[in-house]
């Protein structure tokens, strides 16, 4: 575990800035001694307004699930160490690092032009992701209420929406989510990644503990929104055994479907999660990387459609028998609806008030 003499960044998962490969230059800190060393100051949250001209984006990915994804919010506060979405950041100039958990960047005016998109002529229904880069419920949605906004939306014109989050904030937009849900408009997948608290605490700063999300499961099936378990990123060597613990949790609090997929390090996140992995568990450190690389043809880092998210060889089977067998036992007669594509209302001017 961590040495405590040594500088971390509590409550942050991302313990260092990575640089950002579109840019020449990179800030430091200049010591008298003339040896330059990253510039690491206690990092604080910043939130700036961005006005975009479109907010439904395509996705391209033949091995995702939804044609369409929108994302209210860029960088996301939870810090979780191994999102592949930290990537993106270096698009806005910032790192995927520190910067990706602290400077954050919020589109207030999604609602407004989610619904131009719906009224569009060239509109036709497709099930949209919420969200498909950062999550929609992070701590700055308590505040700005973009999200609520979008479901609003949604649920005035009748369409179909998918979410993935770990934030019991969800829970605030019961009403939205039972009005969606009775025509079969939502299906909402709650992230759980570890039931061990301290694996969480370090992997996951500022996310809900996992006794949370299990409420939350709970509430969303007491009330009628259809919702399964998103047991990802399955990391061999830190959580991969808590497979069927976590699936029997979640069936047990009324999930009704499980999803998994395995962490890859695309990018920079090689560079971020080994340095939180050696500092918080040296131990672990060469069987869970090389335990990784397995996973991925002999690398950490995998574009590769189809393997990327489920591994491939002796130890990603490993982990997919386990997955299936749980599923099978604690899902049995289970299953999500289908999204219901015949409900959408189209029509009319653009109306919303923001």
Same mark, same amino acid.
């Given at each position: 575990?961590?040495?405590?003499?040594?500088?971390?960044?509590?409550?942050?998962?991302?313990?260092?800035?990575?640089?950002?490969?579109?840019?020449?230059?990179?800030?430091?800190?200049?010591?008298?001694?003339?040896?330059?060393?990253?510039?690491?100051?206690?990092?604080?949250?910043?939130? &700036?307004?961005?006005?975009?001209?479109?907010?439904? #984006?395509?996705?391209?990915?033949? !091995? /995702?699930? *939804?044609?369409?994804? $929108?994302?209210?919010?860029?960088?996301?506060?939870?810090?979780?160490?191994?999102?592949?979405?930290?990537?993106?950041?270096?698009?806005?100039?910032?790192?995927?690092?520190?910067?990706?958990?602290?400077?954050?960047?919020?589109?207030?005016?999604?609602?407004?032009?989610?619904?131009?998109?719906?009224?569009?002529?060239?509109?036709?229904?497709?099930?949209?992701?919420?969200?498909?880069?950062?999550?929609?419920?992070?701590?700055?949605?308590?505040?700005?209420?973009?999200?609520?906004?979008?479901?609003?939306?949604?649920?005035?014109? &009748?369409?179909?929406?998918?979410?993935?989050?770990? #934030?019991?904030?969800?829970?605030? !937009? /019961?009403? *939205?989510?039972?009005? $969606?849900?009775?025509?079969?408009?939502?299906?909402?997948?709650?992230?759980?990644?570890?039931?061990?608290?301290?694996?969480?605490?370090?992997?996951?700063?500022?996310?809900?503990?996992?006794?949370?999300?299990?409420?939350?499961?709970?509430?969303?099936?007491?009330?009628?929104?259809?919702?399964?378990?998103?047991?990802?990123?399955?990391?061999?060597?830190?959580?991969?055994?808590?497979?069927?613990?976590?699936?029997?949790?979640?069936?047990?609090?009324?999930?009704?479907?499980?999803?998994?997929?395995?962490?890859?390090?695309?990018?920079?996140?090689?560079?971020?999660?080994?340095?939180?992995?050696?500092?918080?568990?040296? !131990?672990?450190?060469?069987?869970?990387?090389?335990?990784?690389?397995?996973?991925?043809?002999?690398?950490?880092?995998?574009?590769?459609?189809?393997?990327?998210?489920?591994?491939?060889?002796?130890?990603?089977?490993?982990?997919?028998?386990?997955?299936?067998?749980?599923?099978?036992?604690?899902?049995?007669?289970?299953?999500?609806?289908?999204?219901?594509?015949?409900?959408?209302?189209?029509?009319?001017?653009?109306?919303?008030?923001?």
């Amino acid at each position: 575990m961590i040495d405590r003499e040594e500088e971390y960044f509590k409550g942050r998962g991302a313990q260092v800035q990575s640089g950002n490969r579109f840019l020449e230059q990179r800030l430091v800190a200049e010591h008298v001694e003339g040896i330059d060393e990253p510039l690491l100051l206690s990092p604080k949250t910043e939130v &700036r307004i961005e006005h975009p001209k479109t907010i439904v #984006n395509p996705i391209t990915s033949p !091995d /995702l699930g *939804l044609s369409f994804s $929108l994302n209210p919010y860029q960088g996301c506060e939870h810090g979780c160490i191994y999102c592949y979405a930290r990537n993106s950041h270096e698009y806005y100039g910032y790192t995927a690092g520190l910067d990706f958990e602290t400077q954050l960047m919020a589109k207030p005016n999604a609602p407004r032009l989610l619904e131009a998109k719906l009224l569009s002529k060239a509109w036709k229904v497709s099930p949209i992701s919420l969200s498909g880069n950062t999550d929609c419920y992070q701590p700055l949605e308590k505040e700005m209420k973009i999200t609520r906004g979008i479901l609003k939306v949604l649920a005035r014109y &009748r369409h179909p929406v998918g979410i993935i989050s770990k #934030n019991s904030l969800i829970l605030r !937009d /019961l009403d *939205l989510l039972q009005d $969606l849900g009775s025509d079969n408009l939502v299906q909402v997948y709650i992230s759980i990644t570890t039931l061990d608290e301290s694996l969480r605490r370090a992997m996951e700063p500022r996310t809900a503990s996992a006794v949370k999300r299990l409420k939350t499961i709970e509430a969303l099936s007491k009330a009628g929104v259809p919702v399964a378990v998103m047991n990802a990123p399955i990391i061999p060597g830190l959580n991969h055994h808590e497979i069927p613990q976590i699936l029997k949790a979640a069936a047990d609090h009324g999930a009704r479907g499980a999803g998994m997929t395995v962490v890859r390090l695309n990018g920079k996140l090689e560079e971020i999660f080994s340095d939180w992995l050696q500092k918080n568990y040296p !131990d672990r450190f060469q069987k869970v990387m090389h335990q990784i690389a397995e996973l991925h043809g002999g690398k950490v880092q995998d574009n590769q459609f189809g393997r990327r998210m489920k591994g491939e060889g002796v130890l990603a089977e490993s982990i997919h028998q386990l997955f299936r067998h749980a599923r099978k036992k604690y899902f049995q007669g289970r299953n999500m609806p289908e999204f219901n594509l015949k409900a959408f209302r189209k029509g009319g001017n653009l109306s919303f008030d923001f």
